[in-house]
Nanobody, 125 residues
Framework: QVQLVESGGGLVQAGDSLRLSCAASGRTFSRNAMGWFRQAPGKEREFVAAISWNGGRTLYGDFVKGRFTISRDNAKNTVYLQMNSLKPEDTAVYYC??????????????????WGQGTQVTVSS
């Protein structure tokens, strides 16, 4: 059974940093794109970042503007999201996602086949 488990969320102040982790189990995703999405109350799920199977390509949502960095460690079957200069509008549940097919890369929620349960990030002003 495939599981994606996010960790690293929490309550921080504006301007602080957080590093989210997503550990996969049940299969390896070393040949698969992985991504991060977020969803704030009353809003649709929003693309945050995605990384190709070998880390050679990364994509970011327009709002990121250089503040976030996605990375991965295939030996650990884990993807990370380093978030700097956090703003109150970054408050949301952050979800990790994995593509079931190899060697692709997508920015839409429907592209991804496997999802974690999410981790809450709250940024106070």
């Amino acid at each position: 059974q495939v599981q994606l488990v996010e960790s690293g969320g929490g309550l921080v102040q504006a301007g602080d940093s957080l590093r989210l982790s997503c550990a996969a189990s049940g299969r390896t995703f070393s040949r698969n794109a992985m991504g991060w999405f977020r969803q704030a109350p009353g809003k649709e799920r929003e693309f945050v970042a995605a990384i190709s199977w070998n880390g050679g390509r990364t994509l970011y949502g327009d709002f990121v503007k250089g503040r976030f960095t996605i990375s991965r460690d295939n030996a650990k079957n884990t993807v990370y999201l380093q978030m700097n200069s956090l703003k109150p509008e970054d408050t949301a549940v952050y979800y990790c996602a994995a593509d079931g097919a190899p060697y692709g890369l997508g920015t839409t929620a429907t592209y991804y086949d496997h999802w974690g349960q999410g981790t809450q990030v709250t940024v106070s002003s």
